[in-house]
C-alpha cells in the first residue's frame, strides 16, 4: 500500500486588524518608501526653493528696504515706507498706473470671452472643426513681438486701420498717439491674441453639453437664442469661469505686448503695474518700491480671484 503524502500548506498570516499599530517592519518599510519620494521629489522641491522661495523672499526684504541694486552690503531698511511712497499725493501709481491695468484687464477679458463664446458656437456648427480651432490658436503660439509690430504697423496713420476707416468714409485715427484711443487700441490687440485658447476651452466645454438638452427643448418649441442663454451658456459656467480667471490673470500682469507697441505712452496713457515696476526697478534703480509695487500687484491679482470664484460659485448655487 502506497502512502500519499499530501502537501502541507503554510498558515496564512492574519490580516492585520485596521487601527492597529503597526509592526516595527512596516514602520521600517514606510519610511523606506517616503525617503525615495522624497529622493525623487528633490530636483523639483530644490527647483522650487532656488527659483520661487528665495527669490519670494528676496523682494520681501526689498520691499521694506531701500536699495539702487549690485550691493547687498547696501540694503538699508525703511519699513512701510516704499508701500507708503506709492500711494502718497503726488505717486502715479494708483493713477493712472493701476488703474489702467483694471482697465486693461477688463477690456480684455470682455472683449475675449464675448468673441471666444461668439465663435466656439459658430465653430461648433461648423465641418471641419479641428482647422478653425488650429487656423484661431495660430496668434498663441506668434510671439508677443511679432504681434506686437503688426499691429503697431497696421495702427498707423496709413496703416490697414485708417485705410479701413478713409474706405467707409471715416476720417484717420491716432490710435496709438492719441491717449484717449492708446489704451483701447492695445487691449483688442491682447484680446485678439488671447481668443485661441479661450476658443479651444470653450469648443470642449460645448463638445461636453448632452445633445439630449437640446433635441428636448427642440421638442418643446425652444428658439436657439432660449437655448443659447437658458442651456448651452449656463452649461458652460465652469468653462467660463476658467477663461474668466486666465484671461484676467494674464490682463493684470500684461508687460511684452504694451512695452513693444506703445512703451506706455503717449504719456502714462498705457502704463501698466508690470511696465511701472520695470522702470523704477532697472530705468530708476529704486528696487524697494519696485517690490513693494509687486506684492501690492498680487494683492490685487488675489481679491480679484477669489471675487471672481465667489460670482461664480453663488451663481451656480442659485441656478
Given at each position: 500500500m502506497v502512502n500519499v503524502l499530501t502537501p502541507q500548506t503554510p498558515e496564512r498570516a492574519p490580516d492585520p486588524v485596521p487601527g492597529a499599530p503597526a509592526g516595527p517592519g512596516r514602520r521600517r518599510g514606510r519610511h523606506r518608501e517616503t525617503l525615495v519620494a522624497y529622493l525623487f521629489l528633490a530636483p523639483a522641491l530644490l527647483f522650487f526653493a532656488v527659483f520661487l522661495l528665495l527669490p519670494l523672499g528676496f523682494a520681501l526684504l526689498l520691499s521694506v528696504s531701500r536699495w539702487t541694486g549690485f550691493d547687498l552690503g547696501a540694503i538699508e531698511p525703511v519699513g512701510p515706507g516704499n508701500f507708503a511712497a506709492l500711494f502718497a499725493d503726488?505717486?502715479?501709481?494708483?493713477?493712472?498706473?493701476?488703474?489702467?491695468?483694471?482697465?486693461?484687464?477688463?477690456?480684455?477679458?470682455?472683449?475675449?470671452?464675448?468673441?471666444s463664446v461668439v465663435v466656439a458656437t459658430c465653430?461648433?456648427?461648423?465641418?471641419?472643426?479641428?482647422?478653425?480651432?488650429?487656423?484661431?490658436?495660430?496668434?498663441?503660439?506668434?510671439?508677443?513681438?511679432?504681434?506686437?509690430?503688426?499691429?503697431?504697423?497696421?495702427?498707423?496713420?496709413?496703416?490697414?486701420?485708417?485705410?479701413?476707416?478713409?474706405?467707409?468714409?471715416?476720417?484717420?485715427?491716432?490710435?496709438?498717439?492719441?491717449?484717449?484711443?492708446?489704451?483701447?487700441?492695445?487691449?483688442?490687440?491682447?484680446?485678439?491674441?488671447?481668443l485661441g485658447s479661450a476658443i479651444l476651452v470653450l469648443t470642449a466645454g460645448l463638445?461636453?453639453?448632452?445633445?439630449?438638452?437640446?433635441?428636448?427643448?427642440?421638442?418643446?418649441?425652444?428658439?436657439?437664442g432660449t437655448v443659447f442663454w437658458r442651456i448651452t451658456l449656463p452649461l458652460l459656467r465652469p468653462s467660463l469661469l476658467f477663461v474668466c480667471v486666465t484671461q484676467f490673470l494674464t490682463g493684470l500682469q500684461s508687460f511684452a505686448l504694451i512695452t513693444v507697441m506703445?512703451?506706455?505712452g503717449p504719456g502714462d496713457a498705457t502704463n501698466v503695474a508690470a511696465l511701472e515696476m520695470y522702470r523704477r526697478a532697472f530705468e530708476h534703480g529704486d528696487w524697494g518700491t519696485a517690490s513693494a509695487a509687486a506684492f501690492v500687484l498680487f494683492a490685487v491679482v488675489l481679491v480679484v480671484t477669489l471675487a471672481q470664484l465667489w460670482v461664480f460659485r453663488r451663481a451656480g448655487e442659485d441656478a
Open positions: 503726488g505717486s502715479t501709481f494708483l493713477v493712472p498706473v493701476l488703474t489702467n491695468t483694471l482697465l486693461f484687464a477688463l477690456g480684455t477679458v470682455a472683449l475675449a470671452l464675448t468673441g465653430v461648433d456648427r461648423l465641418r471641419f472643426q479641428g482647422l478653425w480651432r488650429t487656423l484661431y490658436f495660430l496668434p498663441i503660439v506668434t510671439t508677443v513681438v511679432a504681434v506686437g509690430n503688426v499691429w503697431k504697423y497696421m495702427y498707423e496713420p496709413g496703416g490697414l486701420a485708417n485705410g479701413v476707416l478713409n474706405a467707409l468714409g471715416i476720417g484717420s485715427v491716432a490710435f496709438l498717439q492719441d491717449p484717449d484711443t492708446a489704451l483701447p487700441s492695445v487691449v483688442v490687440v491682447q484680446a485678439w491674441a488671447s463638445k461636453s453639453v448632452p445633445a439630449s438638452y437640446h433635441e428636448a427643448a427642440a421638442l418643446d418649441g425652444a428658439g436657439v506703445t512703451r506706455g
